[in-house]
């Protein structure tokens, strides 16, 4: 049976009689293991393993030390502020709280809108590539056809109640877990069979142009902690499941991540590993164990029960990428409804379906966007999939790390804030190790959203190796300015945006003081987290 969220206490935000209604249309069906495998369907992105295999043995000697500078601080900052606040909405409440709600609002934005970016973009772009390359060409209209099919049916998955939806993540995460194995077994097979390519300890060496070309792939691959937050009123203990799902999705992800990169390398020659096709190329290869041959030009030809197996192979890999931006949008556009509901948006955006209790009009909207952008940028790129995907996953990431430049640093201030609110699980080392943390996760996602707005930041300074211009998207060599164009301009419209919203959200500020933070630990010292109040 459906248990209803409680209804506000001690312990949970005083919500106004306005977001009361929308409130009660929540279902608290999450479980720890559906949170559990939210984070892995999360984390576990098929779309960025091709390019870090492609900058050769050293991706996985950065993974390993972006792991401890970037993934484990980040972790801890989000376990802390999940299981302190603990409120639908979760990043844009601890935003909220911090800075206050215009701010709040515009980083919103750019932590939704860079959902459809990401969905219309580089995960359509390889589910299509996946489907060219083991079923059948998608020419000229097909191409369109196929593409909004893979968005719309997101969409359709996305607006489904909680009791329903919660099994698209646990789907994907299954779906990750048996691809990526099997993957691994087929390169041992293959290992064998036909010997592997050699790794000399050199090329594991880490230099800076590595790092600038790796950086923002690899910690992108690393976020996602905060998202199941934004449902944190449908999880029945949230202060308790997020922070252990964090720990143990947090593993997973790393040898998930980790023994795949190391089986493109050891299949596929340097110089043949593509950003956009490393992965569905070193499957194609891998299964030819299994029937099929590869030609001395490299082609790889399937057939048999290896043609078999490798459309298997692809139809996972369908499943693994709709799953990634389906359970991405399940977390942003929870948060955006929440935000427009605050009055950081329109209205009608913040309104919860009474049917399916989900966000169903920001999940539309964000299918609307995401279709325009693929048969946009489709049409601006000729077709050109490298193109494609190296302008719209670039885009993606910049997007999603401005709004964490503006997240991360919550967890200090609302330290400061609010010293009184209950936190079942808080960072080591004090005041000392919330700003280690802080510094840590903040500081490299400002790089990151430098180096993706002009790739080869710092390479040849100070007397590093390497050309800025050698860090450009392949697909973009020589062309600097058209790449930097790609990046600004969406991110300036996505800002215009953002302040349209908070515009059209001027008559339900005026209707009531939203979210009006009320700390009353005077009345109730140390029992009871900030009061969001009036919504």
Known sequence: MTQAPPSPGPDTPDLSEGWGEQRSRLHKDLRRRDVLFFLICTLV??????????????????????????????????????????????????????????????????????????????????????????????????KYAAGLAFIWIGALAVVQSVRIGKW??????????????????????????????????SQFTPTYAGFVALVPVLIFNYVGFELPSSAAEEIRNPQRDIPLSILRSGLA?????????????????????????GFIDACKAVFTVYGGHIAADGTVTLSGAGSVLGGVAAAGLIIGLLTSGVTWAMGAHRAQAVACADGAGPAWMGKISER????????????????????????LTGGNGEKYFAAGLGLAISTTFISYVITFPTLVVLRRKYPQAPRPYQVPGGRAGAWVVTVLATGLVAFTVVDLIWPGFGVGWFGTEGSAADSLPKSFAGQRLQYTLSQVVPLLLFLGVGAVFYALGAPARRRSAAFEVRAESSRVPDTRTPLISDL
Not at 96 to 122: C, E, H, K, M
Not at 183 to 192: D, G, M, N, T, Y
Not at 262 to 276: A, N, R, S
């Open 45 to 142: 992105g098929l779309d960025t393993i091709g390019s870090v295999a492609a900058q050769g043995p050293q991706g996985l000697t950065w993974m390993a030390i972006l792991a401890l500078a970037f993934f484990l601080p980040y972790g801890l900052l989000v376990a802390e502020l999940g299981s302190a606040f603990p409120v639908q909405g979760g990043p844009y409440v601890w935003t909220r709280l911090a800075f206050g709600r215009l701010t709040a609002g515009l980083n919103q934005v750019l932590y939704w809108i860079s959902n459809p970016v990401w969905l219309g973009g580089s995960l359509c772009i390889i589910a299509l590539t996946a489907w060219e390359e083991f079923f059948t060409p998608l020419p000229g209209v097909w």
């Open 168 to 201: 698209v993540p646990i789907a994907g995460a299954v779906a990750r877990i048996v691809l990526l194995s099997f993957f691994l077994i087929s390169v041992v097979v293959f290992a064998v069979k036909n010997g592997v390519h050699a790794l000399p300890a």
């Open 253 to 277: 992800s790393l040898v998930l991540y980790g023994g795949p990169i190391l089986g493109i390398l050891f299949v596929l020659p340097g110089k043949e590993i593509g950003t956009l096709g």
């Open 356 to 379: 399916y209790g989900t966000p169903v009009r920001v999940s539309l909207l964000s299918a609307v966007l995401a279709s325009v952008l693929l048969v946009v940028t489709l049409n």
